[in-house]
């Protein structure tokens, strides 16, 4: 068992549904940790056999960016969903920070956390 630890992927989307929060773009900071069985590929030095990490962040950034969202909690759910596409993956962990969401704050996150049933 290995984890992958994504720390600090700044993304832009639509999200919130305040009148001042609809139809802009904010900055969300999403922290991930994937949990996942090897294949030997700590031994064997092989990338192939390696979950492809890159290609996990990719998708994120693609379904984060080109949604809107009401709510982060939403955006975290959907991060969850492209990483548990992967059969490999035994449990994910994702954080969603909005960046001066409250006054006097650096940030408001949610945390959502899943084990896959595969």
Same mark, same amino acid.
């Given at each position: 068992?290995?984890?992958?630890?994504?720390?600090?992927?700044?993304?832009?989307?639509?999200?919130? /549904? #305040?009148?001042? &929060? @609809?139809?802009?773009?904010?900055? $969300?900071?999403?922290?991930?940790?994937?949990?996942?069985?090897?294949?030997?590929?700590?031994?064997?030095?092989?990338?192939?056999?390696?979950?492809?990490?890159?290609?996990?962040?990719?998708?994120?950034?693609?379904?984060?960016?080109?949604?809107? /969202? #009401?709510?982060? &909690? @939403?955006?975290?759910?959907?991060? $969850?969903?492209?990483?548990?596409?992967?059969?490999?993956?035994?449990?994910?962990?994702?954080?969603?920070?909005?960046?001066?969401?409250?006054?006097?704050?650096?940030?408001?996150?949610?945390?959502?956390?899943?084990?896959?049933?595969?």
């Amino acid at each position: 068992m290995a984890k992958i630890l994504i720390k600090n992927l700044l993304l832009r989307t639509q999200v919130g /549904f #305040n009148e001042h &929060e @609809t139809g802009k773009k904010q900055d $969300l900071l999403l922290n991930i940790k994937i949990s996942y069985d090897t294949q030997g590929e700590e031994v064997t030095d092989n990338p192939e056999m390696a979950l492809n990490y890159r290609d996990v962040c990719k998708s994120i950034i693609d379904v984060v960016e080109s949604n809107n /969202f #009401n709510l982060i &909690e @939403t955006v975290a759910q959907r991060a $969850l969903d492209v990483i548990l596409e992967n059969k490999r993956v035994k449990r994910a962990v994702v954080q969603v920070d909005k960046p001066h969401a409250l006054r006097f704050s650096e940030s408001v996150s949610v945390k959502l956390k899943v084990e896959n049933k595969k």
